[in-house]
Each structure stands twice: as C-alpha cells, then as structure tokens.
C-alpha cells in the first residue's frame, strides 16, 4: 500500500510564502519519483514541478519559475514545495504525486499515487 499525503496549504496574502509538504509511506516503494500538482476551480489540473528520485532532475512550469522550488528528502520519504511571491492566480487545491520511475516529469498519466490535495487561497 502506498500513501501519499499532503500539508501546509492555507489561505496567505499575495506576496507570501508557503511551503506544502508531502509524506510518502510506501512499504513497497523503495524509490520513486514525484510532482505537485494543481487544480483551480473550473480548470484542469496541472503540472506545478517535479522531481527525479535523486534531486538531480527538476521541473518548474513557466508560470511558476523562479518563485517555487520543489524539493525532497529521501530520508524522510517526503516531498515539499516552496511557494514565494504568491499570486491569486496561484489558488488551487495542489496535489503530490508518486510514480514508480525515477522521474516521471510532466506526463500526469505515469504518476502512480495521488494525495487528497490541500487548498491554498491566496487573496489580493
């Protein structure tokens, strides 16, 4: 069985930050690769960042570079998303994801395991 679960979301100001983290228990999976995700109300969900199972490889999508920063600790089994300069357009409920590769990156379809989300409301 695999869990994945998310927590730090909340409601901020623009120009806050927030870190969301993720905690993977996984008896089975000793290795995996990771992404958040997000969902605004009446769009898609999608790709926030990812990460290959080494921290060497990571993803930011373009309207988050350079304010977000995913990271992780193997140690740990856990996944974390650092959000600076918060925008409204950044509410979302944000999910984490687990894959069994290494590195699944922005191909939402190769991610094995989701969390239940948590919301972060960012007001103006």
């Known amino acids: 069985q695999v869990q994945v679960e998310e927590s730090g979301g909340g409601s901020v100001q623009a120009g806050d930050s927030l870190t969301l983290s993720c905690t993977v228990s996984?008896?089975?999976?000793?290795?995996?690769?990771a992404g958040w995700f997000r969902q605004a109300p009446g769009k898609e969900r999608e790709i926030v960042a990812a990460?290959?199972?080494?921290?060497?490889?990571?993803y930011h999508a373009d309207s988050v570079s350079g304010r977000f920063t995913i990271s992780r600790d193997n140690a740990k089994k856990s996944v974390y998303l650092q959000m600076n300069s918060l925008k409204p357009e950044d509410t979302a409920v944000y999910y984490c994801?687990?894959?069994?590769?290494?590195?699944?990156?922005?191909?939402?379809?190769?991610?094995?395991?989701w969390g239940q989300g948590t919301q972060v409301t960012v007001s103006s």
């Open positions: 994801a687990v894959s069994g590769q290494l590195y699944a990156g922005t191909m939402m379809s190769l991610y094995d395991y």
């Open positions: 990460i290959n199972w080494a921290g060497s490889n990571r």
């Open positions: 996984a008896r089975t999976l000793r290795s995996f690769g």
